[in-house]
C-alpha cells in the first residue's frame, strides 16, 4: 500500500505560480506512473500532466506550457511546478500513482488539495 500526502495548494492571484508536491510512503515493488488530475464540481476529473518512469512526460491539452511536472525517484515525489494561473485553474488538485506492488498494478490517489485562483 502507497499512502500519498499532497501540499503546496492555496489561494493566488491570477498570473501567479503555485508548486505542488506529493510524497509517497510505504511499501510497493516499484513506482510506474505519476501524476495530478484535477476536478472541480460536476466535471470529471481531468489529467493534468503525468511523468512516466521512463521520464517522459504527458500534458492535459489546457496546460499550454504553463505547468512542469518532475519527480525525485529517490523521495518518491512528484511535483506539479504552475504558473501563468488562470481562474479556469481553480480546481481540487489530486496526485495520482500508479504502482506494482504483489505482481498486480495497482492506482493509488491522495486526498486532494484545493487550487484557487482568483483576484
Known amino acids: 500500500q502507497l499512502e500519498l500526502v499532497e501540499s503546496g495548494g492555496g489561494l493566488v492571484q491570477p498570473g501567479g505560480s503555485l508548486r505542488l508536491s506529493c510524497a509517497a510512503s510505504?511499501?510497493?515493488?516499484?513506482?510506474?506512473?505519476m501524476g495530478w488530475y484535477r476536478q472541480t464540481p460536476g466535471k470529471q476529473r481531468e489529467l493534468v500532466a503525468v511523468?512516466?518512469?521512463?521520464?517522459?512526460?504527458n500534458y492535459g491539452e489546457f496546460v499550454k506550457g504553463r505547468f512542469t511536472i518532475s519527480r525525485d525517484n529517490v523521495k518518491k515525489t512528484v511535483y506539479l511546478q504552475m504558473t501563468s494561473l488562470t481562474p479556469e485553474d481553480t480546481a481540487i488538485y489530486y496526485c495520482?500513482?500508479?504502482?506494482?506492488?504483489?505482481?498486480?498494478?495497482?492506482?493509488?490517489w491522495g486526498q486532494g488539495t484545493q487550487v484557487t485562483v482568483s483576484s
Open positions: 495520482n500513482v500508479l504502482a506494482r506492488a504483489a505482481g498486480i498494478t495497482v492506482n493509488f
Open positions: 510505504g511499501n510497493v515493488a516499484s513506482i510506474e506512473n
Open positions: 511523468i512516466y518512469s521512463s521520464g517522459s512526460r
